[in-house]
T-cell receptor, first 112, second 108 residues
Framework: QKEVEQNSGPLSVPEGAIASLNCTYS??????FFWYRQYSGKSPELIMS????GDKEDGRFTAQLNKASQYVSLLIRDSQPSDSATYLCAVKGSGGYNKLIFGAGTRLAVHP | SQTIHQWPATLVQPVGSPLSLECTVEGTSNPNLYWYRQAAGRGLQLLFYSVGIGQISSEVPQNLSASRPQDRQFILSSKKLLLSDSGFYLC???????FGPGTRLTVL
């Protein structure tokens, strides 16, 4: 069974620090990787997508992908209390129909 | 721009009652559409997906069904709700899965 694993947290970081969120996946044929942010009681919001090995930066967010290690991460620089949320990692598997497999999410708490 | 709508936002239903949740997408044609459920404190479970009108694939066998009567309309239904059907129901569209605001269902 294809799986996506995340540490459930909570990951607690002080305001201004770098938050590092990690995700591993089991399907070696996966080609597309996504990070979603979900505030409590709200629906997930896509914040980053990455398709090739290396780093992809967007503002304070950097996604990192290592297909050989089957590992994807999200770095949040200069963390703010408004970044406190659950972060979901999702992987498009090697099957069809654009189905994504989601991890259970890591809860991030940024304290002032 | 594309917009996805879901209604109702919240719903409280007794066990054994029927269910109909609706999702519509604006600003795009022939989108892939998805229904997910998120139980309290849990991850997202894919329930159904559709690549076109009348084309529904079920991921999890259960007492729920889905229909796509129009290109940008996706409906989730049940004839008789169970307690275990409680959760946050999310509709999404597209390969990157942009989510609607969700329906929070409580079955009592």
């Amino acid at each position: 069974q294809k799986e996506v694993e995340q540490n459930s947290g909570p990951l607690s970081v002080p305001e201004g620090a770098i938050a590092s969120l990690n995700c591993t996946y089991s399907d070696r044929g996966s080609q597309s990787f996504f990070w979603y942010r979900q505030y409590s009681g709200k629906s997930p919001e896509l914040i980053m997508s990455i398709y090739s090995n290396g780093d992809k930066e967007d503002g304070r967010f950097t996604a990192q992908l290592n297909k050989a290690s089957q590992y994807v991460s999200l770095l949040i620089r200069d963390s703010q209390p408004s970044d406190s949320a659950t972060y979901l990692c999702a992987v498009k598997g090697s099957g069809g129909y654009n189905k994504l497999i989601f991890g259970a999410g890591t809860r991030l708490a940024v304290h002032p | 721009s594309q917009t996805i709508h879901q209604w109702p936002a919240t719903l409280v239903q007794p066990v054994g009652s029927p269910l109909s949740l609706e999702c519509t997408v604006e600003g795009t044609s022939n989108p892939n559409l998805y229904w997910y459920r998120q139980a309290a404190g849990r991850g997202l479970q894919l329930l159904f997906y559709s690549v076109g009108i009348g084309q529904i694939s079920s991921e999890v066998p259960q007492n729920l069904s889905a229909s796509r009567p129009q290109d940008r309309q996706f409906i989730l239904s049940s004839k008789k709700l169970l307690l275990s059907d409680s959760g946050f129901y999310l509709c999404a569209w597209g390969g990157e899965q942009f989510f609607g605001p969700g329906t929070r269902l409580t079955v009592l």
